[in-house]
């Protein structure tokens, strides 16, 4: 949580504060939120992860080059195929003989699925993502609520994680894998609210097939998480299924995708997440209390299955959806970012999409991969911000301008604006680091700014450009990442000995130092 007092008196020159108290923990971030997202579209799949016959690739055509770039952001889970890819996807197709698997017509990109990855197939792709990490990559499956029918997802949960003498789980065993996969996490369909779906339902059809689809999938495998299909967390859709639907799923999800090509629309956009966020979090707790659901029942928790940076006009998904992230792009997925820290207390997963190539940060070719400008703020996060957020005071001016969605102002204009200094904080408890996060929205100004409660010596690390329109390329990195290290313990004489620091204009900076105060 970051509380913020907008500074407005005129004749005086203010410089931002920013207060940060390691002993005032607030909600745990679930490493979750830094979940991955791989859908049949484009060239997530095919191109992506998986491309046999490239020489970048290993034994099991899974790209080497992905791999190891993905290892470097520790994803924690990964959903999986979709997406809207998922209402016409059929489990079945994809396992067994590759040469008898058969190709069908792809109904939401207008492609062709050949089938030659499926359940067996990602499920390997994420043992060798994860080999020597001390936790498994966990999988997450999403049902088909279109086409799809309960008994195949029935067939579905039991081929993963079936450990009796039954059919499909003697299929996983001829296919050669004769342990279960235990996958944990189910999702009953993707954005089956949305015109553009195959079998589209309205928000009682859909509640009424979700909670008998809940129970009988339950009494298969009473120990998987079920995920209901929300919107954006701020419909009558969201409000409707969670009231009918709370006792029986474990979390409710939400998807929006932000865009805009003038700059600060574009890094404020992400403040519109934080409003559905709240929301959504008020819709669970109405939804419990109205359905008398036992406080002794873990929390109802949102699962954020789809977010990024997306203008679908700029990056058509039936032509692969390959947007090429600029410099502002970047800041505003460091602003989402900060939005989950913020949130922690609501978020118990979240999933950027997608993992490679579409609406991605990270892209193939022929030679190996880049990091898009978005890259460095989801490295820097998934690597540093973990543990505890942390409560955390800015004073600071604040934009107050016209914003994309337009309601937004509005909201913001109740709290004085969006601060020109976006921030969050977290403390991680194995070992006492802070770690503070810091974007400045403006394209125009550095802002010197007093720094409270850091009390040891600073690795600095910034992501910059030239310009909010820079970007990268397999030639030239426009975007990058640059590490110094502060006297964060400097005194200075002008203001109670606090410390100063300037976030340079259009940045992501991110202060990380071992506290003396833990």
Known sequence: MTAFTKQDREGYDLKPVIEVDVNKTLSRIDPMIYG?????????????????????????????????????????????????????????????????????????????????????????????????????????????????????????????????????????????????????????????????????????????????????????????????????????????????????????????????????????????????????????????????????????????????????????????????????????????????VRQSRYVGMANIAQTVNVISPLMTTERGVVRQSTWWPLYLFSKYMRGHSIATHVSSGAYTGATQPAWLQGVLAEGGGAPWLDVSAALDDSNGYMSLAVVNISETEDFVTYLKGIDNKVDVYTVRGDQPSSTNTEDEEGVGLHQSVWDGIKQDEDQDQDSKYTFGKQTFTLMRWKSLSY
């Open 36 to 340: 991955g997202f791989t859908e049949h579209m484009g060239r997530c799949i095919y191109g992506g992860i998986y491309d046999p016959s490239s020489p970048l690739s290993d034994e099991n055509g899974f790209r080497k080059d992905v791999i190891e770039a993905l290892r470097e952001i520790d994803i924690p889970v990964v959903r999986y195929p979709g997406g809207n890819f998922v209402a016409t996807y059929h489990w079945q197709d994809g396992v067994g003989p590759r040469d008898k698997r058969p190709s069908r017509p792809e109904l939401a990109w207008l492609g062709t699925e050949s089938n030659q990855f499926g359940t067996d197939e990602f499920m390997k792709w994420l043992d060798v993502l994860g080999e020597g990490k001390p936790q498994r990559i966990e999988p997450y499956m999403c049902l088909n609520f279109g086409t799809g029918t309960l008994d195949e997802a029935l067939g579905w949960v039991e081929y993963c994680n079936g450990t009796r003498d039954t059919h499909y789980a003697n299929m996983r065993r001829q296919n050669g894998h004769p342990e279960p996969y235990n996958v944990k996490y189910w999702a009953l369909g993707n954005e089956v609210w949305g015109p553009w779906q195959v079998e589209q339902m309205t928000k009682e059809d859909y509640a009424k097939k979700a909670v008998q689809w809940a129970k009988a999938l339950r009494l298969l495998d009473p120990n998987i998480v079920l995920i209901l299909c929300g919107q954006d967390g701020q419909s009558s859709w969201d409000h409707y299924v969670l009231n009918q639907c709370v006792s029986s799923v474990d979390m409710h999800s939400i998807h929006i995708y932000t865009a805009s090509n003038d700059h600060l629309k574009n890094v404020t956009a992400p403040l519109a997440a934080e409003r559905a966020i709240q929301i959504t979090a008020a819709l669970i707790d109405l939804a419990r209390i109205e359905n008398n659901v036992s406080p002794t029942k873990p929390a109802t928790k949102i699962c954020f299955d789809e977010w990024n940076v997306w203008d679908p006009e700029r990056a058509p998904g039936d032509k692969g959806a390959e947007e090429k992230y600029t410099l502002s792009d970047a800041l505003a997925v460091a602003v989402w970012l900060n939005v989950f």
